[in-house]
């Protein structure tokens, strides 16, 4: 499974991606509106800013998961039955939840 179709399953099976998104946008809207007037970024770089805060975090589960000697060049299925015998889609989820942006 590759980054993109990890991406992908996290998003339609887990509100995971919801949670953190909304923290995220928050989060970089803050920071944006410490910066000084002529050096804010605009409401696209703001969005974009959220959403590589995002792909970092899959980027980071999927070389977590790819680190796995039982995943490691097997097809899809296999990553998600893994993620469903561990629980992981919950876990991330309820980590989101808890999860603190600020500085």
Same mark, same amino acid.
């Given at each position: 499974?590759?980054?993109?179709?990890?991406?992908?399953y996290?998003?339609?099976?887990?509100?995971?991606?919801?949670?953190?998104?909304?923290?995220?946008?928050?989060?970089?809207?803050?920071?944006?509106?410490?910066?000084?007037?002529?050096?804010?970024?605009?409401? $696209? &770089?703001?969005? #974009? %800013?959220?959403?590589?805060?995002?792909?970092?975090?899959?980027?980071?589960l /999927?070389?977590? *998961?790819?680190a $796995? &000697?039982?995943? #490691? %060049?097997?097809?899809?299925?296999?990553?998600?039955?893994?993620?469903?015998? /561990?629980?992981? *889609?919950?876990?991330?989820?309820?980590?989101?939840?808890?999860?603190?942006?600020?500085?």
């Amino acid at each position: 499974m590759n980054t993109e179709d990890l991406n992908e399953y996290i998003k339609a099976n887990s509100k995971a991606y919801d949670i953190f998104i909304e923290k995220a946008r928050v989060y970089q809207n803050g920071k944006n509106a410490n910066r000084k007037m002529d050096k804010r970024f605009s409401a $696209e &770089k703001v969005e #974009k %800013k959220a959403q590589t805060m995002w792909e970092n975090i899959v980027v980071n589960l /999927h070389d977590k *998961l790819n680190a $796995e &000697k039982t995943l #490691k %060049k097997h097809p899809s299925t296999d990553w998600i039955k893994f993620m469903e015998e /561990h629980e992981m *889609l919950d876990n991330l989820e309820d980590s989101m939840g808890v999860l603190d942006l600020e500085d």
